[in-house]
């Protein structure tokens, strides 16, 4: 019973290297999100995909794009990696509208 | 303004005593949603307890209840018989179901960190 599952787990990239997280669901689930958690500063909302084929900008999309690859996937890419990226990284998703979010087990990232 | 206020950066409670979280919110959405959820030291977020704006009565799930003042905006966690692995952050988050189309974007925030001694 994985629920969501993100990969990698932990990453250190150099500045402006690009790289992708990767978030699975296997729940069935309709929507699926990002989030950055800082310290201080809680969840924040990068991007979310209703459903499959959708993706819209949260509250800090800068840097960042998504893919909503199938039902199953949604993707984060960072093209140019910046220090002020180093976070911990949340995929969630959402099974009916207004439901709550079940998360993956986060991934940190440090860019140095 | 904060959409979610947790006031409380941190707190201290006994075993076996209860505690309140307190939350406070701002929306002008008449159709809304409050979540709490739990982080403990290993990372992962764990859902504790939901309630909507037109709930009459306040949501309870085992040792968690949400004392909902809507007139005062507030949504506070209690925790009764708390437990040393109650120990944890804990976030409130919001919904507002105007702009969430059928998604469920929830607003988070800044969370409160419990700490439940002998």
């Known amino acids: 019973n994985a629920g969501v599952t993100q990969t990698p787990k932990f990453q250190v990239l150099k500045t402006g290297q690009s790289m992708t997280l990767q978030c699975a669901q296997d729940m069935n689930h309709n929507s699926m999100y990002w989030y950055r958690q800082d310290p201080g500063m809680g969840l924040r909302l990068i991007y979310y995909s209703a459903s499959e084929g959708t993706t819209d900008k949260g509250e800090v999309p800068n840097g960042y794009n998504v893919s909503r690859l199938n039902k199953r996937e949604f993707s984060l890419r960072l093209e140019s990696a910046a220090p002020s990226q180093t976070s911990v990284y949340f995929c969630?998703?959402?099974?009916?509208?207004?439901?709550?979010?079940?998360f993956g087990e986060g991934s940190r990232l440090t860019v140095l | 303004a904060q959409k979610i206020t947790q006031t409380q950066p941190g707190m201290f409670v006994q075993e076996k005593e209860a505690v309140t979280l307190d939350c406070t919110y701002d929306t002008s959405d008449p159709s809304y949603g409050l979540f709490w959820y739990k982080q403990p030291s290993s990372g992962e977020m764990i859902f504790l307890i939901y309630q909507g704006s037109y709930d009459q009565q306040n949501a309870t799930e085992g040792r968690y209840s949400l004392n909902f003042q809507k007139a005062r905006k507030s949504a506070n966690l209690v925790i009764s018989a708390s437990q040393l692995g109650d120990s944890a952050m804990y976030f409130c988050a919001m919904r507002e179901d105007s702009n969430t189309g059928t998604a469920s974007k929830l607003t988070f925030g800044t969370g409160t960190r419990l700490q439940v001694t002998l």
């Open positions: 969630a998703s959402s099974e009916w509208r207004g439901g709550e979010l079940f």
